[in-house]
């Protein structure tokens, strides 16, 4: 009880000694300014030399804003106008004269102050103005780099604000009107400024042809927030009815000019460019799906051939052809030959499936010409002299040889007309001996020009080169196959046709580039070899580049002139001061009246701030104590929840791992009802996460931690994304899915991660809730102008009126709990949250026998880029990749355990483990791996101080570390990925994602 007393008093003690303190230097204040009237006289003459300075600097500003403006064109033009050069040594004359002006006024100025911190301002501008001076002669006789330039320029206006700003440095009360007067001065010059910088950045855009991309627009809207912001200061000013007529007009004509003119032209380049990237991404994903295509056609004919040459029919071919009996080599060869021709009955993917014995000599041969399917037995040829075959008979059991891509020869000559053709290789085994080999022909690029190539926004159409930069497509036929020396095409190529840009096409990196005012080439590579990542074509795309509506002297005169209304209420203002300046001995007397007058409004108020300090402590007191226990309870809540989730998630890792590696091991395949077990254990665990998941996130709920980021969001792919998510549910509950609606083309305001999560909830539950062989059917309306509706419904058992009010209570399942469906009662109580902290509405329709209808309504979007169907996004798929070696540090024995069983799906990987951090860096110390898997809760250290030290270390910075933890939480994600992981990886493991994961990061490193 004593020491709540003493907390209870000792505030309000201290309280009242800073409130007297204060009223001390009130009175003693006052009675400086009453002595200090005979100063009047200096001061005014003072405050009118600091009033001259500053309108120099002004002046010099928006010169040197200009200058800035002329050089940035001038390095971004590849012809130089002389025009800008003259226009750019007058301005930059005239601004050095007005420096000098300053400098000199502000040396008479130091001798009336002898203020250190002027003298050292003044020092730097004089410096940084002979820097300009010198750079300034550069760019004019040997060019300059256009950053050093803009910043160069633009630290020499900001050190001639930073001088205006010591300038007017208030000494007293008696400059406060000043200062006022001052601050919208300061305001219109900086606005200015900005502006000055968005017309030079994009001048040079727009003297290039460039579009705007992202960096630059996010520079250019930090300069317009600040315009936008000073603009209300100056809008405001107008506004008030002490506001002189003076100023009143000269912030009209800037309200004319800068903010509407000016601004309108600003946003049409805005959108022209905008208009050409939604161009130029709606590209880039066609050429994704067309190289998609190209290469699942390969994967599909890659899989389809090691069916067929794996088969019985070719063993027992084999096995006949090493026991010698001709009956018996006959009938096996005519059982192949009906083998190959039903397969190409059905499926006619390649041009031919052929048989050659060890000596090279074709056994079997099915061709399908136009469309129809031949046996061939007088044409049979000897083709041991065919790379193909040599290559492909001394190859080991199962391994393929995949052909360059090229045109079909028969007997030397390139067959008429054209076939394109890739062969696929196999060698024939029996008892450890090759016995033949296995080929078949076909082109993989028919089913992509089956289709129509040339897009309507692909106006100048495509091609596709080899690595060699070889036509093997494009628009004029004659230049194609300049790589079959027989044609004698070689000139064809890339590097000879697009010069300037072949090296970058051909890098094996999708990119794009453009010509000034010309051509833009756009690149996406195919790795058509899933078993060889350094062979490739480049499926490419030629289109116009952004043709702005002006040119860059266009722009920089109508920008500038926008520009100088605003320096216009600067020079307005500066008259303003000039006249407060002569008035301030005629407002003394007044002065010392209000300061008298404030003297008694402060004991007054002194004396009232003690009766409400004694009415309110208590209270305060009690107030801050609910507020730390709160606090406190919060901060408790947070601990317990990640460790929780810690230590739930590091068990189930193994249990989730290894079962997904019992259910998918190809080598040593569970037994069936092995593997209904293990999937039960899948099943259950998965529905453990789930239920983590769902606590975590109402947790986060009910903290109030939940932060969403509104942006625009196609509602066709979010769809199409969250019905692939919960497809397996569906078909494991014969469950229809369906998308219904010609018109989805909309696009909504939502955060898109949680806007995916709201649909897979609905749906989930529409599937989990039916009834057997029963259907959802997802789908899209426009509510009304303004609102975008998705419905889900489903043809359940319903909802019955009484228990709709509980429907959205956590934990709260409507009498489900009961049943044998999984659940926990709380997913449609993060939904509705999630809903309506995005802005949206949720309600529901049900009826008891017929189903339930689910309704989301958000604000519509009309700007937000569309994705034609067949680009909606696939599931991901595994490939195989060579490594030499990679690190695990991990103190847990399940989880190292789990890890080296997934990589050894990885043909080629060195993995080695260690039990705790030391170890782990004496090991990588050692080996210097290619790759580095690392736990966060190591016993000896922790994850992040292991990361440090690796990336301290010149010999190991540049390895890539993916951390790996059970720490699962929002905040420990972010964390690692800022403090340098390339990914974060969670517990349990989703054994898919975590190879794909680490083939993303090598080839990243590669």
Same mark, same amino acid.
């Not at 699942?296 to 019985?312: D, I, K, M, P, Q």
């Not at 062979?535 to 030629?542: D, H, R």
């Not at 947070?638 to 019992?662: D, I, K, Y």
């Given at each position: 009880?004593? @020491? ?103 040396? &008479? ?41 803009? &910043? ?9 604000? +930073?001088?205006?700003? =010591? ?21 219109? &010059?900086?606005?200015?400024?900005? @502006? ?74 805005? +959108? ?91 056994? /079997?041969?099915?061709? $399908? ?67 033949? $080999?296995? /080929? ?127 320096? @216009? ?85 193994? =249990?989730?791992?290894?079962? +997904? ?32 998941? +769902? $606590? ?18 196609? =509602? ?35 955060? &898109? ?38 419905? =889900? ?41 999630? $809903? ?16 339930? /209808? ?91 101080? /292991? ?18 933890? @059970? ?40």
């Amino acid at each position: 009880m004593k @020491a709540l007393k003493k907390e209870t008093i000792n505030p309000e003690i201290r309280l009242i000694a800073v409130l007297t303190l204060l009223l001390a230097l009130s009175v003693a204040m006052i009675g400086l300014k009453i002595s200090d009237e005979n100063k009047l006289s200096a001061d005014a003459e003072r405050l009118g030399l600091a009033n001259s300075i500053a309108q120099h600097l002004n002046v010099a500003a928006m010169l040197q804003a200009q200058v800035r403006g002329l050089g940035a064109t001038l390095l971004g033009s590849q012809v130089r106008s002389q025009k800008i050069i003259d226009e750019f040594i007058l301005l930059s004359q005239q601004s050095d004269q007005e420096i000098v002006r300053a400098l000199q006024q502000g040396k &008479a100025l130091l001798l009336k102050n002898n203020d250190p911190v002027l003298l050292m301002s003044l020092d730097q501008l004089e410096a940084l103005n002979k820097d300009l001076k010198l750079f300034r002669k550069q760019l004019l006789e040997q060019g300059a780099e256009f950053t050093e330039w803009m &910043a160069l320029v633009t630290n020499n206006i900001s050190q001639a604000h +930073q001088l205006r700003t =010591v300038v007017f440095s208030p000494t007293n009360q008696r400059e406060a009107f000043l200062l006022y007067n001052n601050v919208i001065r300061a305001n219109a &010059a900086m606005l200015a400024e900005y @502006a000055g910088r968005e017309r030079a950045l994009l001048g040079s855009h727009i003297a290039r042809g460039e579009l705007i991309d992202d960096e630059t627009l996010n520079r250019l809207e930090s300069y317009r927030a600040v315009v936008d912001m000073l603009s209300k200061e100056v809008l405001l000013i107008k506004g008030l009815s002490s506001t002189p007529s003076a100023l009143v007009q000269v912030i009209s004509r800037y309200e004319q000019i800068f903010l509407g003119e000016y601004q309108e032209l600003r946003e049409e380049i805005y +959108q022209e460019s905008s208009l050409h990237r939604k161009i130029e991404k709606k590209l880039a994903l066609k050429l994704a799906y067309k190289a998609d295509v190209i290469e699942g056609g390969v994967r599909t004919a890659l899989n389809e051939f090691f069916a067929l040459s794996s088969g019985y029919a070719i063993s027992q071919l084999g096995k006949a052809w090493a026991e010698g009996r001709a009956d018996e080599v006959a009938e096996a060869q005519q059982v192949v030959e009906d083998y190959f021709f039903d397969l190409a009955k059905e499926n006619k993917f390649y041009a031919q499936i052929r048989v050659l014995d060890a000596m090279g000599q074709e056994r /079997v041969r099915v061709e $399908v010409n136009e469309g129809e399917v031949q046996r061939v037995t007088d044409r049979l040829q000897d083709k041991s002299k065919k790379v193909y075959f040599q290559n492909t008979i001394t190859q080991q059991p199962n391994a393929l040889y995949i052909s360059p891509f090229g045109l079909n020869m028969e007997r030397g000559e390139i067959e008429e007309p054209f076939k394109p053709t890739m062969r696929i290789a196999m060698p024939i085994y029996y008892e450890g001996v090759a016995r033949g $080999v296995v /080929v078949v022909n076909f082109n993989p690029l028919g089913r992509v020009f089956s289709e129509d190539y040339v897009e309507k926004e692909n106006l100048h159409g495509g091609f596709i080169v080899n690595k060699q930069g070889f036509f093997l497509h494009h628009s004029d036929a004659k230049k194609e196959w300049g790589m079959m020396p027989q044609l004698e095409r070689n000139q064809f190529n890339i590097k000879n046709e697009i010069s300037a840009f072949s090296e970058k096409i051909l890098s094996g990196k999708e990119g794009v580039v453009m010509e000034p005012w010309g051509l833009m080439y756009m690149w996406h590579p195919i790795y058509f070899n899933p078993f060889n990542r350094k062979n490739y074509w480049v499926l490419v795309s030629v289109t116009d580049t952004v043709n702005y509506s002006v040119d860059s002297s266009e722009w920089y005169m109508r920008a500038t002139e926008g520009i100088q209304s605003a320096m @216009a209420i600067s020079s307005v203002v500066g008259d303003l001061s000039a006249r407060a300046a002569r008035d301030i001995k005629m407002n003394a007397t007044q002065s010392i009246a209000m300061q008298y007058f404030m003297l008694v409004l402060a004991i007054v108020s002194f004396g009232f701030i003690i009766v409400m300090i004694r009415l309110s402590q208590q209270a305060a007191i009690e107030l801050q104590q609910s507020k730390d226990e709160a606090e406190k309870a919060n901060k408790e809540k947070s601990r317990f929840l990640s460790s929780m989730s810690h230590e739930l998630r590091t068990p189930m890792n193994a =249990v989730l791992g290894f079962s +997904q590696l019992l259910i998918s091991d190809m080598d040593d395949p569970l037994l069936k009802e092995h593997k209904e077990s293990v999937n039960y254990i899948l099943n259950a665990g998965n529905h453990l996460m789930q239920l983590i998941n +769902q $606590v975590l996130e109402l947790s986060k709920i009910e903290a109030g931690k939940v932060d969403v980021f509104l942006e625009e969001v196609e =509602v066709r792919l979010a769809i199409h994304e969250a019905i692939i998510t919960v497809q397996s549910m569906a078909d494991s509950r014969d469950i229809k899915l369906e998308l219904v609606g010609e018109n989805l083309g909309y696009g909504i305001i939502a955060d &898109a991660t949680r806007f995916k999560q709201v649909l897979i909830n609905l749906i989930s539950n529409a599937v989990k809730y039916n009834v057997p062989n029963g259907s959802v059917v997802v789908s899209c309306e426009l509510l009304n102008a303004d609102r975008v509706r998705v419905s =889900v419904s489903d043809t359940g058992m319903g909802i019955a009126k009484d228990k709709m009010d509980d429907l959205f209570l956590p934990f709260d399942r409507l009498g489900a709990e009961s049943s044998d469906i999984e659940g926990s009662g709380i997913g449609l109580t993060i939904t509705k949250f999630l $809903v309506e902290i995005m802005g949206g509405v949720i309600s529901v329709e049900s009826q008891l026998e017929m189903g339930s /209808v689910f309704h989301v309504d958000f604000p519509r979007s009309d700007s937000v880029a569309t994705v034609d169907d067949e680009c909606v996004p696939s599931l991901p798929y595994l490939m195989d990749r060579h490594l030499e070696s990679v690190v695990y540090i991990e103190d847990n024995a399940a989880n190292i355990a789990l890890v080296k069983q997934i990589l050894k799906q990885h043909a080629g990987i060195a993995l080695c483990s260690a039990t705790n951090a030391r170890q782990g860096l004496k090991l990588i110390k050692k080996d210097k791996p290619d790759l580095i898997l690392l736990d966060i809760m190591l016993p000896d250290m922790n994850g992040y101080r /292991v990361l440090e030290i690796l990336q301290n270390d010149p010999e190991t910075a540049n390895i890539p570390v993916i951390a790996i933890s @059970a720490n699962a939480m929002t905040h420990d994600i972010a964390e690692g990925l800022k403090a340098g992981f390339v990914e974060y990886i969670t517990k349990p493991i989703n054994v898919a994602h975590f190879i794909e994961t680490i083939d993303r990061v090598m080839d990243k490193s590669q």
